[in-house]
């Protein structure tokens, strides 16, 4: 069968999704929502100004339990999660031998001996086949294929929580917590993918329906698709896996370096480490940069960045029209000779060179609640 033959898989909100007239399209091999009758605009546009709730569904949930959990994880990926508080939530990455960037994944606490992670929808079979290579036998791994995810956003989902799950609103940015969300049991992060407030609520499937209910009925929630969240995302600076993070990029270059804390960084003990090391110590040779087109045309992914004489630095990893940020708004690798903010640049679109300059990320402030 060829790819455009396998059927899609569909996630336990499917029904809803049309019922509520989403458009829908492959992504990861799922049957997922684009976008609503509202549209991306004005889904992105609710989501900065009150709440939107998005179905992640495909993305992979596993844990990890044993008294060997920490340590044996700490050998695939260069985050600190001895250090890791009880009940809270890290971000990180599974690296390879050449410190490369396998998938990028947030890694709670439940338990000294219990690990809960979400992976990458497009990743989650190879990132469970890599954990089972190197952790099976040694503690209890398993895939969690009886739960859905869904992520409630913006500056209103506190308000909007506080009538499901007053309990909620004690929670911090990071932090992880067994919660009753109308009436509902679920395991909820206080996080996001959007640079706002919010939480991801993992769910039994067979309850995932009546809890989607619940939280759009609350006041100011609206539903928001694929589309949204990835306009979303590219404002607040946050890497999407295969398009601005890969195997050919390390942390380093990436410009995520803050998720090794300095034991980590001094002791190393994860794949790719001595590459890593040597790139914290010396400089990268090129690094994941903001880049702010001074004309109205956005630049897309893989549109070719230049120097002012027309050398070739680099492309853009990813690029699009920011709502929020009123303008075109992308990121791109460039060397690390021209990742100083201000630098002017160029960018080919359609064949015209489009004056650019190297901004600050990110481009729309971040308002996580941190307490």
């Known amino acids: 069968m060829t790819q455009s033959d396998t059927p899609l898989l569909t996630v336990p909100l499917d029904a809803l999704h049309r019922e509520l007239g989403a458009k829908m399209v492959p992504f990861a091999g799922y049957a997922m929502p684009v976008q609503y009758p509202a549209g991306v605009l004005a889904e992105h546009l609710h989501t900065r100004s009150a709440a939107a709730l998005f179905d992640v569904s495909h993305m992979g949930q596993a844990e990890i339990k044993g008294a060997r959990a920490v340590e044996l994880l700490e050998s695939l ?6 250090a890791l508080g009880l009940g809270k939530t890290r971000y990180s990455v599974f690296t390879n031998d050449h410190g490369g960037i396998l998938d990028d994944l947030m890694i ?67 932090t992880i917590a067994e919660v009753t969300v109308a009436g509902i049991k679920c395991l909820a992060t206080r996080s996001g993918y959007t640079g706002e407030d919010g939480w991801e609520i993992s769910v039994a499937n067979a309850d995932a329906e009546k809890l989607a209910r619940a939280i759009l009925a609350a006041p100011g929630v609206m539903p928001a698709g694929l ?77 070719e960045i230049t120097d002012e004489a027309g050398n070739r630095l680099g492309e853009i990893c990813s690029g699009g029209f920011g709502p929020s940020a009123g303008g075109p708004v992308a990121m791109g690798y460039v060397p690390a000779a021209f990742a100083g903010i201000g630098t002017k640049l160029k960018l080919v679109v359609r064949g015209k060179a489009m004056d650019a300059h190297v901004a600050a990320l990110p481009f729309v402030p971040h308002r996580y609640f941190k307490g």
């Open 77 to 82: 990926v260069p985050g600190d999660i001895r």
């Open 227 to 303: 589309g949204a969240r990835d306009s979303l995302r590219l404002e607040a600076g946050l890497c999407l896996y295969g398009s601005d993070i890969d195997t050919t990029t390390t942390p380093v270059q990436a410009n995520i370096a803050w998720i090794m804390s300095k034991r980590r960084r001094a002791e190393g003990g994860f794949p790719g480490a001595a590459v890593i090391q040597k790139q914290l110590a010396e400089g990268a040779p090129t690094l994941r940069v903001g880049i702010q087109p001074d004309g109205k045309a956005p630049a897309r992914a893989h549109t």
């Open 108 to 174: 709670s606490k439940l338990a000294e001996d219990h690990l809960f992670l979400v992976i990458n929808a497009a990743c989650k079979h190879a990132d469970f086949a890599h954990l089972k290579a190197h952790l099976e036998g040694k503690v209890e791994l398993r895939m969690i294929e009886d739960r859905s995810l869904l992520a409630l956003q913006g500056p209103g989902a506190a308000a909007a929580m506080a009538t499901l799950c007053p309990e909620a609103g004690a929670m911090t940015f990071m």
